[in-house]
């Protein structure tokens, strides 16, 4: 991968000699594959369009976002502007580079979505949507080219797998007890940590190039790199355990239907919004963090919360205040 790297840069380059005007809109395509859109469109779907699609997607993306981060680890592998000094820093990470999350995480959640529309104008949407996301990370000098075709690449293996595997690990899970699922439901949150930690065992003996944070130094002054963390796996898990534990509460109390009443659903999403900005940036403020026991369990804590409330409690209240109904749904 090192020895393609000088390959890639003149493409790189290239986008970037394309003129700055291009900054904004490539930044609006990179914006549809963070953390930050997922965590506001996501409960769109699922709290005011389709429970079951919402469910379905928060899956995909949760589990790639995972596997992404143990790649990266295992990968370990420098951004553009970390290695040639020529490159812009339009945009700056502190994770390694391959494979590119954001191109993954294109491929497979509009993918999926693509996959359950079932319309063709859906598919060229997603296709078109996946791949300017790839390109803007290219055109900010975050990715190199091969980061983002692995990304897709990988997107699209995690699209197949959950297409093939959804509707018999569905049924398996429905006809286990409430007892059972609540235990598979922690012991796979905590596989995502012992995913991670065993990822990071791959940087254990290795020491990041100095020349990549003289060539910082002078891409992105001021701003470092920091890639070997468990931070974004006790995230996931925490987020992964919420969302299975609230999904698996919610179908087991009937579902929800959204109110045909479109006044209404805007009142789930923004009341279900306000307590996701609570438990997400509130309790980071409250609760301690950092690389310590204490730190790493508060995040899972926080982060299953979030999951949780999004799944299962928000639903609730929103039944509870007759702004949904209840609703027998296939996960």
């Known amino acids: 991968m090192v020895s393609l790297w000088p390959i890639e840069i003149p ?7 394309l003129g700055s005007w291009l900054t904004l809109p490539m930044k609006v395509f990179t914006f549809l594959g963070t953390e930050e859109f997922f965590f506001i469109f996501m409960p ?9 699609l919402g469910a379905r997607t928060a899956m995909i993306l949760i589990f790639g976002s995972g596997l992404n981060s143990a790649i990266k680890l295992v990968f370990h592998g420098a951004r553009p502007y970390w290695f040639d000094t ?14 590119s999350g954001h191109a993954q995480t294109a491929a497979s959640v509009w993918g999926r979505l693509a996959a359950d529309v079932r319309r063709r104008w859906a598919t060229i949407v997603a296709i078109i949507l996946s791949f300017f996301i790839g390109l803007s990370r290219i055109y900010l000098g975050v990715h190199f080219t091969s980061d983002v075709v692995g990304g897709w690449l990988f997107g699209l293996i995690v699209l197949f797998l959950f297409l093939w595997l959804e509707k018999p690990c569905v049924a398996w899970w429905k006809r286990q007890s409430f007892a059972i699922q609540i235990l598979l439901s922690v012991g796979s949150a905590l596989l995502i940590v012992a995913m991670g930690w065993l990822s990071s065992l791959a ?3 290795w020491t990041i190039p100095s020349t990549w944070q003289a060539n910082i130094d002078v891409t992105a002054p001021g701003s470092t790199i920091s890639p070997v963390t468990l931070d974004d796996f006790f995230t996931i898990g925490g987020v992964w355990l919420g969302l299975v534990l609230g999904i698996t509460c919610l179908y087991r109390a009937g579902g929800l239907r ?3 009443n479109y006044a209404r659903r805007f009142a789930t999403y923004l009341i279900g919004l306000l307590g996701v900005l609570v438990l997400w940036y509130g309790l980071d403020i409250i609760l301690p963090a950092g690389a310590t026991v204490a730190g790493y369990s508060l995040r899972f804590f926080r982060y299953g919360l979030v999951g949780f409330w999004i799944a299962y409690l928000a639903p609730a209240l929103f039944i509870r205040l007759k702004l949904a109904q209840h609703s027998i749904g296939q996960a």
């Open 258 to 260: 959204p109110d045909e």
């Open 11 to 17: 493409v790189t380059l290239f986008l970037q000699s």
């Open 44 to 52: 769109i779907l699922f709290w005011c369009v389709d429970t079951a």
């Open 86 to 99: 020529r490159v812009k820093a339009l945009s700056t990470e502190a994770s390694f580079g391959f494979p």
């Open 203 to 205: 940087v254990a003996n």
